[in-house]
């Protein structure tokens, strides 16, 4: 089994200043490791996602993630962040094994503000 | 273009009524799931399919059933509706059995047991 911690539950940063999200999860097997966001009344959508190769990904928006297996994390950065990017943001990993569902984290609600 | 849609998008009921959510997707995908989102729980799972008279439980299965008689759709059935079912019911999608798919989301269907 697969839990996801996401250790801040409101980010609120200033418009045009980076932001991290942090992320980390634990499992016994290898994973999968995707970012979802989901904007105010909508559905969630991908925002990245992590599968093997290279450790740093990018995803739409100007969002990245790098995945560490060492400290088992995945923390998505933005250099400059807009107010459109205010959403919530969830971190979620399946099995690589197949036949696996997603887990998801809390959530974390990033507050972008002039 | 392909979607995914849930109705009603918002409903009321009373403790004790069964109630049914539709989700109905034309991406032809053969993976449908449902989930509850909670404030301070982030997105749990319910039930899911990987085809056609397939279904399984997930993490929060109890009081919910579901059956999938074609691949385009997945009601969600709460078969004596209690206070704690209010939550917000998200379905999502995906084409492959195995990971690494990407899932996609439905806009929401609020629902408020009194």
């Known amino acids: 089994a697969q839990s996801v911690t996401q250790l801040d539950s409101q980010v609120p940063v200033f418009e045009e200043a980076p932001v991290e999200l942090r992320c980390n999860y634990s499992s016994s097997v290898s994973v999968y490791l995707f970012w979802y966001v989901q904007y105010p009344n909508q559905g969630l959508q991908l925002l990245l996602k992590y599968l093997s190769g290279s450790t740093l990904v990018k995803g739409i928006n100007g969002f990245e993630a790098e995945f560490n297996k060492s400290q088992t994390s995945f923390h998505l950065r933005k250099p400059s962040v807009h107010i459109s990017d205010t959403a919530e943001y969830f971190c979620?990993?399946?099995?690589?094994?197949?036949?696996?569902?997603?887990?998801f984290g809390k959530g974390t609600m990033l507050l972008v503000s002039p | 273009d392909a979607e995914i849609t849930q109705s009603p998008r918002h409903k009321i009921t009373e403790t004790g009524r069964q109630v049914t959510l539709a989700c109905h997707q034309t991406w032809n995908h053969n993976n449908m799931f449902w989930y509850r989102q909670d404030l301070g729980h982030g997105l749990r799972l319910i039930h899911y399919?990987?085809?056609?008279?397939?279904?399984n439980k997930g993490e929060v299965s109890d009081g919910y059933s579901v059956s999938r008689s074609n691949t385009e759709d997945l009601p969600l059935t709460l078969e004596s509706a209690a206070s704690s079912q209010t939550s917000v019911y998200f379905c999502a999608s995906s084409e492959f059995q195995a990971n690494p798919d990407t899932q996609y989301f439905g806009p929401g269907t609020r629902l408020t047991v009194l």
């Open positions: 979620a990993v399946s099995s690589v094994s197949g036949y696996s569902t997603l887990t």
């Open positions: 399919s990987y085809g056609v008279q397939d279904t």
